[in-house]
């Protein structure tokens, strides 16, 4: 049995909150970089060159690279021989991210109530996805997500009968429709399979995963480069002024579902899609 204190995972979720925002993830820049070679607009290659010199201002002076610094959401697996002292693992995660947010000046976005609107004045309290695993270390996963593309994202619960073309009608519709909104080009998480909230929760954990890195299964990863082809034929561009990069990568993740059921989610990101991964 391994013993991690509560502060110290507070301090490793301060230190995450800060970076993420702050820091554009290699995997994303690339793809960026990338894209401003083969964007056949010019107002669309000037967008993306302006995304770029973003993230260059963003890391020299460590400040955020959008003024939406998101919702906290965080996949956390924590390994069977761990045990944390001090306090359990959600307090420690909120107070990690009140003292992030606070200390790296970022944008406090988070109201108490859906309906009420008062903000908690320190951006908790987080999403928290939990997973249990062997061994004695924590894994987290933090994704600060903003609401100008979250608000664009989309499920629905197919029929089998639906099939392949049901997905990428689907997924190819939920983008047209975001449009501009999402601040293009986007990274697509797609959620396959589970239950309601299980889809959902796919599509999320997707955006999670560097878009350098395919899905394991050859089917996924192949019908990942079809969609992106796909949305990439849209139109859309960078920033919605038209061009031939709308979205930067498509990742899946899936599930096993009911005979009777094909759940699909679409979760939109922006062109930053921050994570950061640390291990305790």
Known sequence: ????????????V???????????????????????????????????QNLLKNAELARENEMPICQDTGMAVFFIDIGAEV????????????????????????????????LRRENTKD????VIHYSFTKGDKIRITFAPKGFGSENKSALKMLNPSDGLDGVIQFV?????????????????GVGIGGTMEKTAELAKKALT????????????????QKLLERINRTGIGPAGMGGTTTALGV??????????????????SCHATRHSVEII
């Open 209 to 224: 995963r560097p878009i350098s890195q395919q899905n394991p299964d050859p089917y996924y990863a192949d019908l990942e």
């Open 14 to 48: 301060e230190q995450m909150c800060i970076q993420a925002n702050c820091f554009i993830a290699a995997d994303i820049e690339q793809a960026l970089k990338r894209a401003e070679q083969t964007e056949q607009s010019p107002v669309g290659k000037g967008v993306l």
């Open 251 to 268: 990742n899946i993740e899936v599930f096993p579902t009911h005979i009777a059921g094909l759940p699909v989610a679409v979760n939109i």
């Open 1 to 12: 049995m391994r013993i991690i204190q509560a502060e110290d995972l507070t301090a490793v």
């Open 83 to 114: 045990f944390v002292e001090g306090g359990t693992i959600t307090d420690a995660v909120n107070r990690g991210v009140a003292n992030g947010y606070q200390n790296g000046y970022l944008r406090k976005s988070i109201v108490r109530d859906p």
């Open 172 to 188: 190819t519709e939920t983008v047209q429709k975001a449009g501009a909104n999402p601040c293009p080009p986007m990274v697509i």
């Open 123 to 126: 951006n908790t309290p987080a």
